[in-house]
């Protein structure tokens, strides 16, 4: 096991967020009704991101990412020969699974209907996902048996469960740390399909900095088989002019818990540079990185870092008395170490200070998009409840374990 902190690299641009969190928070406006009507097309079920009428894009790494990329792990995702997941809605067998939410296989049914007052929501077997489209098409929770994974407005009033943004963080940030309002959290316009699929379309934006027009739409699918939630995340160029982007999906889980995902080629872990005092203290082991958020020093500061993996998922195990919940979201393609936005890294990881929530983000590669094109990422998010007294510690064979079982791999 290997201790490290290394400092330099890619500076972000989250510049001093906890203390402006606290101004911008009595700007949040959760408006209230959900809007249904006709939303624009767009893809789904694309498997990975892609950049629909663009190509390839940019340099415009982050600084000191260094070295050739690393070998693309796709069967880590077990998404490999799965580009375009079925878009369950209707009874299916559930296959049997070891580690599984205690459904025991069998036919789950969604449980309708999906719009409930300000909500849209899949439930079917033991879990639940709920997405409030007054409030940015944002993912509000998401349970096993009733245990939440997600935190919500009591933990932060601003930064709670977990949304999409535009990335870099440089395009919008002006003088404090708040994400585009009509992206984070004005009301998008939302239909639920005859197959039950939920589309979710934000309102056109443009970047204050460089004048990227663009559109965000979110579209949601339950896996019955699989027992997961598959997202599709597209930014469509609203204007005249190519410019580069990426995903930024930010999903908030509450501390003490512990995280994980394959290691790549290198770490920053030290932001104070950006307004983060504490160095946050990945581990290495087994092949992975781990961050156990019990090493976060209460009154020592918000701390953040940033990494490059070489396999497509981040697994986060979040404690519970009836059995840990296992918490995994993959993504595909592999970042280039080349190709993030700039300053910013594969995966990232920021706890406030004291500690109520961390997040847990990963950024799609900042590929070109011509004018009209759209640029989709494609998510899956699994959770599981794991075995009591499963070692729940940096290395865990049995976590490692219960992971590529999941997986498929």
């Not at 767009?42 to 070295?67: E, F, I, L, R, V």
């Not at 939440?148 to 932060?156: K, Y």
């Not at 990945?282 to 020592?300: C, E, F, I, S, V």
């Not at 409840?385 to 064979?397: E, H, Q």
């Amino acid at each position: 096991m290997v201790l490290f902190q290394l400092s330099g690299g890619a500076a972000t641009t989250r510049l001093g967020r906890e203390a402006a969190r606290l101004m911008a928070a009595a700007a949040l406006l959760v408006v209230g009704g959900c809007s249904s009507s006709n939303a624009p097309p767009a893809s789904s079920g694309s498997g990975g991101a892609q950049a629909t009428g663009g190509t390839s894009g940019g340099s415009g790494g982050a600084p000191g990412s260094g070295g050739a990329g690393g070998s693309a792990l796709d069967a880590a995702t077990g998404d490999a020969a799965d580009s375009s997941l079925p878009q369950d809605t209707a009874s299916t067998d559930a296959p049997g699974d070891a580690s599984s939410d205690g459904d025991g296989g069998g036919a789950l049914t969604l449980t309708l209907p999906i719009q409930r007052g300000d909500l849209d929501v899949f439930e079917f077997g033991s879990l639940m996902f709920k997405m409030q489209p007054s409030l940015g098409a944002r993912i509000t929770s998401f349970q096993l048996d009733g245990d939440e994974l997600l935190t919500g407005p009591t933990e932060n009033p601003m930064y709670f469960g977990s949304t999409l943004w535009p990335s870099p963080a440089d395009d919008w940030v002006l003088n404090m740390f708040a994400a585009p309002a009509i992206i984070d959290n004005q009301p998008y316009t939302t239909t639920v399909g005859a197959d039950g699929v939920i589309t979710s379309t934000s309102a056109a934006y443009t970047t204050p900095k460089n004048n990227k027009k663009l559109s965000v739409a979110k579209i949601f699918h339950a896996d019955t088989t699989k027992q997961s939630i598959t997202i599709d995340y597209t930014i469509t160029n609203l204007g005249t002019t190519p410019y580069q982007i990426g995903h930024w999906e930010v999903t908030r889980v509450f501390p003490g818990g512990l995280t994980f995902f394959p290691t790549g080629t290198m770490s920053q872990v030290d932001f104070s540079n950006a307004g983060e005092p504490q160095v946050m203290k990945l581990q290495l082991a087994q092949g992975y990185t781990w961050y156990d958020n019990k090493t976060h020093m209460a009154g020592k500061g918000s701390a953040k870092s940033g990494s490059e993996t070489e396999g497509g998922f981040i697994a986060h195990v979040a404690p519970n008395p009836k059995g840990d919940l296992l918490f995994v979201k993959t993504f595909k393609p592999i970042v280039p170490p080349s190709m993030p936005p700039p300053g910013h890294f594969d995966v990232e990881m920021f706890c406030n200070d004291p500690p109520t929530y961390i997040e847990l983000e990963e950024h799609s590669a900042y590929e070109t998009v011509m004018p009209g094109a759209t640029y989709t990422a494609t998510v899956h998010w699994y959770l599981h409840r794991l075995p009591i007294g499963t070692d729940r510690s940096v290395g865990s064979a049995a976590l490692i374990a219960a992971v590529k079982q999941l997986l498929g791999n």
